[in-house]
């Protein structure tokens, strides 16, 4: 599985879309970059892809209106997440402020979710 790295530039986009919010946290990811609240990610960043957690009814209205595209591995996406049209990321200021408004759609449906249990430390495994 090939794991596409982003650039210093689209890591600057993605920043500039993710809504500022105090309870945000960006962090990079395997080369790239995903943005939390709560500990449950609502945007990332896969090369030049900028993928959204949605409700399924903004997941829907996304899909039938513009170009999206599968978010994260050609062969395996990450379910629950839609590609923002890799177009906007070419066409200008316009197409910034609708990722944005997608990204803040996203933050809004993940705030609302149940906030991530952190997990367990792994008790180191004795050998017999």
């Known amino acids: ?53 949605l409700s399924r009814e903004d997941k829907e209205l996304l899909e ?8 994260g591995p050609a062969d395996r996406p990450m379910g629950g997440y839609t590609g923002l049209p890799e177009v906007w990321n070419e066409e200008g200021d316009g197409d910034e402020a609708r990722a944005r408004a997608w990204a803040e759609k996203a933050l809004g449906y993940v705030a609302s979710l149940p906030p991530k249990e952190p997990k367990e430390p792994k008790g180191r495994k004795v050998r017999p």
Not at 64 to 71: D, I, Y
């Open 1 to 53: 599985m090939e794991m596409p790295k982003a650039t210093e530039e689209e890591k600057e986009r993605f920043r500039r879309v993710v809504p500022e919010h105090p309870g945000v946290v960006v962090k990079p990811m395997f080369g790239n970059l995903g943005a939390f609240v709560n500990g449950n990610m609502f945007a990332g960043l896969f090369g030049p892809t900028i993928g959204v957690k």
């Open 64 to 71: 039938s209106s513009e170009r999206t595209v599968p978010f």
